[in-house]
């Protein structure tokens, strides 16, 4: 199922032309020992929130210039779900699957990363607290990460550590790059507090303030063709660690000329 913004909605029916082969998609690894981390084949997530728990991304709009390019992405997201559970012959897991666009263009249009993660925060205590037995201090820990670094949802996978956001270079990626991409933010990672966000963003960086690749911003790039997959890696944290490029760079090392964004530079 689909939720936009708080509104529950029935999967729009799979468009007959896939924007991706699903060859291409099944030499690319997608189907990643049979999604199983996504099945919470230990019960871990289960345990914790002490009943069937949906999975899906949760995914910010913050792009209001092309609403055509808009639904291509999401018609694209669609068809990756799809195909994905498909070629790893889960479809079982569809049933359990809820993906949340966050799409009001008063709260988010223009919102930076740190904007996206505030609002996440808050979605992801609103909700565990109604799922979970959470004491006020751990309440207060996940509403306030930055003051009080939080580990209670790191085994709950990635649906409440992790989030997507579309910006225009995202949209724009759709007819500039040959997969194209949508930004990663991590909930737990490159946390600043309201008063250490006015930076200057590096030269050459999409964000941080060193020359460092290595930098932790707290968000990275993916293709949209990976997010099933990608989401089931993340159901563990780890991965995170290994997997994380510095915006614009991505994983695995692309050529700088083929970077998002790389149709803006003169």
Not at 80 to 105: G, P
Not at 183 to 202: C, Q, S
Not at 226 to 231: G, I, Q, R, T
């Amino acid at each position: 199922m689909l939720r936009h913004d708080g509104q529950l909605s029935y999967l729009f029916p799979l468009l007959s032309l896939s924007c991706i082969s699903n060859q291409v998609r099944s030499l690319r690894g997608a189907d990643e020992r049979e999604l199983r981390w996504i099945d919470d084949y230990k019960g871990i997530v289960r345990f914790k929130l002490k009943s069937q728990f949906p999975w899906g991304w949760v995914i910010y709009r913050t792009s209001y210039s092309d609403e055509k390019a808009w639904q291509r992405m999401k018609s694209l997201i669609h068809n990756e779900l799809m195909d994905s559970l498909k070629i790893s012959k889960r479809m079982d897991l569809l049933l359990f699957n809820e993906t949340i666009y966050m799409d009001d263009k008063a709260k988010f249009e223009g919102a930076t990363s740190h904007d996206i993660r505030d609002h996440f925060n808050n979605w992801v205590a609103d909700t565990l607290t109604e799922q979970m037995d959470t004491t006020p201090s751990e309440q207060q820990e996940l509403r306030d990460p930055c003051k009080n670094e939080s580990f209670i949802t790191w085994s709950l996978g990635t649906r409440y550590n992790f989030c997507l956001f579309v910006d225009d270079i995202c949209l724009e990626s759709l007819d500039h790059m040959r997969w194209p991409v949508i930004k990663v933010l991590a909930k737990n990672f490159g946390m600043r507090g309201p008063g250490d966000r006015d930076y200057i963003v590096h030269p050459g960086w999409e964000d941080g303030e060193t020359e460092e690749g290595e930098e932790e911003v707290g968000w990275m790039y993916t293709e949209v063709l990976e997010l099933v997959s990608f989401y089931n890696t993340l159901m563990r944290i780890e991965p995170w660690y290994y997997r994380y490029c510095r915006p614009p760079s991505m994983f695995p090392p692309f050529d700088k000329s083929k970077f998002p964004g790389h149709w803006r530079k003169p």
